[in-house]
């Protein structure tokens, strides 16, 4: 079955950095694009970011660019998500989402149910003082 495992969430001062990872198992990971998107309590589901195959293309929302970096290692079959300067206002569940096969990886997808065929969990990231 296809899993996808997100951990490295956690409470963080504003400034500070995370790195998110994302486990995955059940599928070739090589030949699928990884998108990480968020949501906050009263706001809409956002993509930050998403890393394709092939040549690795990786892509950014505005509001985390020169921020986030996002990465992959098919070997461990893992996508990460290294965060930098956080603010309060990156507080979110953050989700890894498999890109469906007919879609190709990028930002700013509407619908992201009918982008993405497989979710996991989330880990929850807090930036607080």
């Known amino acids: 079955q296809v899993q996808l495992v997100e951990s490295g969430g956690g409470l963080v001062q504003p400034g500070g950095s995370l790195r998110l990872a994302c486990a995955a198992s059940?599928?070739?990971?090589?030949?699928?694009?990884i998108g990480w998107i968020r949501q906050s309590p009263g706001k809409e589901r956002e993509g930050v970011s998403c890393?394709?195959?092939?040549?690795?293309?990786?892509y950014y929302s505005n509001s985390v660019k020169g921020r986030f970096t996002i990465s992959r290692d098919n070997a461990k079959k893992t996508v990460y998500l290294q965060m930098n300067g956080l603010t309060p206002e990156d507080t979110a569940v953050y989700y890894c989402?498999?890109?469906?096969?007919?879609?190709?990886?990028?930002?700013?997808?509407?619908?992201?149910?009918?982008?993405?065929?497989?979710w996991g969990q989330g880990t929850q990231v807090t930036v607080s003082s």
């Open positions: 059940g599928f070739i990971l090589d030949y699928y694009g």
């Open positions: 890393i394709g195959t092939r040549l690795d293309r990786t």
């Open positions: 989402a498999r890109v469906r096969p007919s879609q190709f990886c990028g930002v700013g997808v509407g619908d992201l149910d009918s982008h993405y065929d497989a």
